[in-house]
């Protein structure tokens, strides 16, 4: 936009500087011209006084020096006629059929004065021809033709066009970079503002807020109907996340009695039926515990501010799959790895781990005790788009296209994992920790069958020691 701006803001200017210099440059040829034709006038009259008495007595030679003398100091050709167009004296030859000698010539022997020449441009090369009458007692006795070159005033016109170019060309480079770049800059760097700040909203910190003492009065206008609005969305955000928080906490205290009560009617019940029913509602209670759990959570880490640090990557997958090890010992599930040294990204503090801990427990819950791999892939050198992935993929039997496009939903599962403990809250959550740092989740099937999840943190420089 900046760019945009400033090319209709050159073009206007050069639009104003051309209009501003056309007249002058126009004035000053007309000057040029006007001082040449006057002094071609008076040479033509000085002339036409010298042919009267000439063509009157028949004496010629005085008149033929002097055209000779002027043709050769002003490079010029001089040539009299008499009345019926013949040729009396010429310094040099003149084709008195040639067009613009022809159009002066009747002029002149029709007794009119010479008439002023246009503009000599500089890319105009024809000569200037001046018709004088040469009269007696009121009667027209022939005419003198003076046939100039213009190079000498072309050339002035020349010089006077070239600066007038240079000037008007280093007045544009000035008023484009001291007064158009300020003023564009000033314009648009509200702009600027509210479009990071947009997309600063749009990433969730919503505490994102912009000056309303910049810019032109509309924008400041509009980054104060911005902030406004930001505070309004981020008072609802609040007011939501502490009714969640609040609701989870205030219903974990009964949930917690009523589980009791639930546990201490086992010794009163004696019929198996009925002490297999008080079982399935302390794992559902348990269940809801969980999912309580899981909301105050997902409250916690939207209301969180943590600022994104460098995490070495390598040492936190290693750390947590050795952590996870002996639960896929005792499933029976095989677990490798791929994890290369010196890999480190930019993410919130415990977001990996996190995250790790969520993908491992849900291969491990929903593969089938089929195969699990974790491995590591660092971003290519001078790549595009620097970026770590960590990836968990199993061998199980993985999700159609379309739960892939519904998972990661908060409080969704498969309908074929109804029956498999769990609150549905564990992607939501690791997606919305993820993203918050700048980074992203993504869910697809493997080859030939199964689930890959990986998760994709913006690359950070190799931390000390690290080798390269």
């Known amino acids: 936009m900046r760019r945009r701006l400033l090319v209709i803001v050159f073009v206007l200017v050069a639009g104003l500087i051309v209009a501003l210099s056309l007249p002058l440059v126009r004035a000053t040829a007309e000057r040029t011209v006007q001082s040449s034709f006057i002094g071609r006038v008076e040479d033509g009259a000085w002339f036409a006084d010298m042919a009267a008495t000439a063509l009157e007595s ?17 490079d010029s050709r001089v040539a009299v006629v008499d009345a019926d167009s013949e040729t009396v004296v010429a310094s040099r030859p003149v084709d008195l059929e040639e067009p613009q000698v022809r159009a002066a ?21 024809r000569p200037f021809v001046l018709a004088e009458p040469v009269r007696r007692d009121g009667r027209v006795l022939g005419a003198v033709l003076i046939v100039s070159p213009t190079d000498r005033a072309r050339s002035e016109v020349g010089d006077h066009l070239t600066l007038v170019i240079l000037g008007s060309l280093a007045a544009l480079v000035l ?36 000056s309303e003492r910049a810019g032109a009065p509309e924008l400041r206008r509009l980054a104060n109907h911005f902030n406004v609005m930001a505070d309004s969305t981020h008072a609802a955000q609040e007011q939501q996340r502490a009714f969640v928080a609040q609701a989870s906490h205030q219903l974990r205290n009964p949930l917690t009695a009523l589980r009791l009560r639930v546990e201490n009617l086992e010794e009163f019940v004696n019929d198996p039926r009925g002490l297999n029913e008080l079982h399935f509602a302390v794992e559902e209670a348990d269940r809801f515990g969980e999912m309580l759990d899981g909301l105050l959570r997902l409250a916690r880490a939207e209301a969180s501010e943590a600022e994104r640090a460098q995490v070495d990557v390598s040492a936190v997958v290693r750390r947590r799959v050795d952590a996870w090890r002996a639960a896929f010992t005792s499933a029976g599930v095989p677990l490798s790895t791929t994890i290369p040294d010196g890999v480190s990204a930019l ?97 697809a099937a493997a080859r030939p069958h199964g689930l890959s999840a990986t998760v994709r943190l913006p690359a950070a420089p190799a931390l000390p020691g690290d080798p390269v």
């Open 58 to 74: 028949g004496r010629t030679g005085r008149l033929e020096a002097a055209a000779d003398r002027y043709a050769d100091l002003y």
């Open 105 to 125: 010539l009747l002029l002149a022997l029709a007794d009119r004065p010479p008439e002023q020449p246009s503009v000599w441009w500089p890319w105009d090369d």
């Open 175 to 210: 008023v484009v970079i001291a007064v158009a770049a300020p003023v564009v800059r000033w314009v648009l760097r509200p702009v600027h503002d509210l479009d990071r700040a947009t997309h600063e909203v749009a990433l969730g910190r919503l505490k994102t807020r912009v």
């Open 347 to 443: 993410s919130l503090p415990d977001c990996l781990d996190h995250a790790l801990d969520t993908l491992l427990d849900n291969a491990l819950k929903f593969g089938d005790e089929a195969p699990v791999d974790v491995s590591v892939h660092r971003p290519p050198a001078g790549g595009a788009l620097e970026m770590v992935e960590v990836t968990v993929r199993d061998a199980g039997p993985g999700l159609t296209e379309e739960e892939l496009s519904q998972a990661g939903g908060r409080f969704w599962r498969s309908t074929r994992h109804q029956n498999v403990r769990g609150t549905g809250l564990g992607l939501a959550l690791t997606r919305m920790v993820v993203e918050a740092g700048g980074g992203e989740l993504l869910l």
